[in-house]
Nanobody
Framework: QVQLVESGGGLVQPEGSLRLSCAAS????????MRWYRQAPGKQRELVAA???????NYADSVKGRFTISRDNAKNTVYLQMNSLKPDDTAVYYC???????????????WGQGTQVTVSS
């Protein structure tokens, strides 16, 4: 069994900061990629940021320069540092990871339960 557990969401004022964490646990051999998605009410889920096991990153244009994704491979944990938050960043944020549970198995995609981020004065 593999689980992804997110934490760190909450209510923050515009221009504030939050740091999200997502820890993977269970039978894990390797995690080639980890990502953060978000879904606002009435909108489709969108990719926010991604990071490979080697540290290569990419970001949605809307968060470039404000958000930073990082990971601790020893802890199987990915982070999302969110600065200069805007009301448009309000959404449920989901962690997603490609996880290999054995050397001979192809990675499968797993999702966390989501954490609410609300940016409002």
């Amino acid at each position: 069994q593999v689980q992804l557990v997110e934490s760190g969401g909450g209510l923050v004022q515009p221009e504030g900061s939050l740091r999200l964490s997502c820890a993977a646990s269970g039978s894990i051999f390797s995690i080639p990629a980890m990502r953060w998605y978000r879904q606002a009410p009435g909108k489709q889920r969108e990719l926010v940021a991604a990071i490979t096991s080697g540290g290569r990153t990419n970001y949605a244009d809307s968060v470039k320069g404000r958000f930073t994704i990082s990971r601790d491979n020893a802890k199987n944990t990915v982070y999302l540092q969110m600065n200069s938050l805007k009301p448009d960043d309000t959404a449920v944020y989901y962690c997603n990871a490609d996880i290999r549970t054995a050397a001979w198995r192809e990675p499968l995609g797993y999702w966390g339960q989501g954490t609410q981020v609300t940016v409002s004065s």
